[in-house]
């Protein structure tokens, strides 16, 4: 299988991660740090596979590999935030929009990444594909308030896309960082290190007392049934999340993360389903235009597959 083919793949799977995660948040672990946290510990289950494949790196690389892998649940915690406060397609689609962009930079700017006529028009596609689904409007809310007078509404929502903007910029750093490790490394010792590096800063999560209390109430609350969710949710994400990053292994970062459209595609779809069939779950808002732009961004979106493809 290809790096292209995976990384579809791999976001297929993290679009309907992305679904489960909005429902969990809602329904049973409201808690954005004791959800981060339990995601970091179950990332831990890695190191089974550590008699095999972990080598040690040398110190230098040892500590890259520590902090890149402490930007994931970083990242996450801020995304899980803006996640639960906000609308889910909004949330998942303007981070989703930025990390492609922010990926780009920091791939040109520390990795020196390069690409002929076809990628560069390729990104560009998946890019306005990426951003043109990103902008849902909908009637009388403060988003379109935003596009027409350029001010917020209310100052704790300006907070919240302050917050999605630091979960994209993080999630790029993680992204540029993880080609880094495994352009040094072999992919599994590297990708062992890094899950290492993301279980020690959650744990820094239980250092203040009152940060501590939440997470162990939040677990404490959480029904068994919807437990089993968020650990059948975690094994699909972690299966997702190691396609992604096996395609950035095998091929450039810009272009797997550019590819981050597709994911979003996939939620707009599942997004519909779940709101005509299991509304309790998830609703969207479905018109005549918000339709009209999505297809116009799944065309952009499958001319960039198609370029990328030549």
């Known amino acids: 299988m290809n790096w292209l083919a995976l990384a579809i793949l791999a976001y297929f799977i993290l679009a309907f991660v992305n ?24 990332g831990l289950v890695v190191f089974l596979l550590a008699p095999w494949f972990l080598n040690w790196p040398g110190t230098s690389l040892l500590l890259f590999n520590l902090l890149v892998g402490a930007f994931f649940p970083l990242a996450l915690l801020l995304f899980y935030y803006a996640l639960k406060e906000g609308e889910a397609s909004k949330v998942l689609l303007l981070i989703g929009g930025l990390v492609p962009v922010f990926t780009l930079v920091f791939s040109v700017s520390f990795l020196g990444e390069t690409f002929n006529q076809w990628q560069w028009l390729a990104l560009i596609l998946l890019l306005i594909g990426t951003f043109l689904i990103s902008w849902i409007p909908e009637q009388k809310d403060r988003w379109k308030k935003v596009l027409i007078k350029i001010k ?3 100052q704790e929502k300006f907070k919240a896309i302050l917050v999605s903007i630091g979960a994209a910029l993080f999630f790029a750093l993680f992204f540029v960082g993880n080609k880094h490790a495994f352009n040094h490394q072999e992919f599994m010792s590297a ?10 800063f959650v744990l820094l999560l239980l250092v203040h007392q009152d940060s501590r209390k939440r997470i162990i109430k939040s677990i404490k609350k959480m029904k068994q049934k919807k437990a ?17 990053n096996l395609a950035i292994s095998l091929h450039s970062v810009a272009l797997v993360s550019a590819l981050q459209g597709v994911q979003y595609v996939f939620i707009i779809v599942l997004g519909v389903i779940s709101t005509l069939f299991f509304p309790k779950i998830i609703k969207e808002n479905i018109t005549k235009n918000i339709i009209l732009q999505k297809t116009f961004a799944v065309l952009f979106i499958a001319l960039g597959l198609y370029f990328l493809s030549k």
């Open 19 to 42: 679904i489960l995660d909005k429902f969990l948040l809602d329904k049973a672990l409201p808690s954005s740090r004791a959800y981060t946290f339990l995601v970091g510990v179950l």
């Open 228 to 244: 089993g969710i968020f650990v059948f949710n975690q094994g699909l994400s972690a299966s997702g999340f190691f396609l992604q």
């Open 191 to 200: 990708f062992i290190w890094m899950r290492g590096g993301s279980f020690l």
């Open 152 to 154: 917020f509404k209310k």
